[in-house]
């Protein structure tokens, strides 16, 4: 059984340097939003916190919509938990800015896509999964598309949330898709548990990438520190690197 601390987010982790050395020396499969849809008019985004979506996937959002496909995004939590005890963002008025922040960067990237609120507990998902297991297989229709967080994501409710997503498209009988976020952290190139044979890199182009930095700049109660705490940003510059790739990673 691995352990959550073998996922541990802690320190700078692994430098973005080191993957792009990985992926230009590998033999990594490039793959098109069209071949991951196939036939497929739905694709359900779900995201944990309100920034995991473009963080993971700004640019393939940008992609389906440009193509007419309904995104349909499903926010797990209200991200409501990512300032313990500040004074600045007590929950309800944090939940209310993330809320705010994912909707201007969503707009700029797929303004006609959904988004569902399922408001489970931020940092309580995985008390919550068979629940959401249920609400989410209610969401999905037979050969929808399903894009969750990896399921070895490193956060708990990450990969609490790709668990419950893996079992509802099985239910469903859906076409599920993976994406690290938290991974590019723990992880590193030749961790055995990053899975290169399932990777599939979307190339984004300079506009694409253009527009999903600008969309990450909304996130500001993720991207500045804390003045209620004195704690760094959640999302530091060496984090926010890794979402300015020229392309984005789903696992197939
Ligand atoms: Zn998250």
Redesign the pocket.
Known sequence: MESVNERHIAGAGTPESVWMESFTTRNVFQGTVVELLANSKTVHII???P??EILACGGIIQQLAQMKVSVQIVAVTD?EASHPGSCRWPASMLAAARRAEVKLATRMLAPQATRTRLQFADGGVSASENELTVTLSALLDKNDIVIV?WRLDG?P??EAVGRAGCKASAIRGCRLFEVP??GWHWASPNRREFPWHRVVSIALSPEERYRKEQAIRFFRTQTEPDPGTGRAAVLPRFALERFRRPFEVVFR
Request: a negative charge.
């Open positions: 995201a944990p916190h920034d995991d991200g967080p956060h409710d990450h976020i938290w």
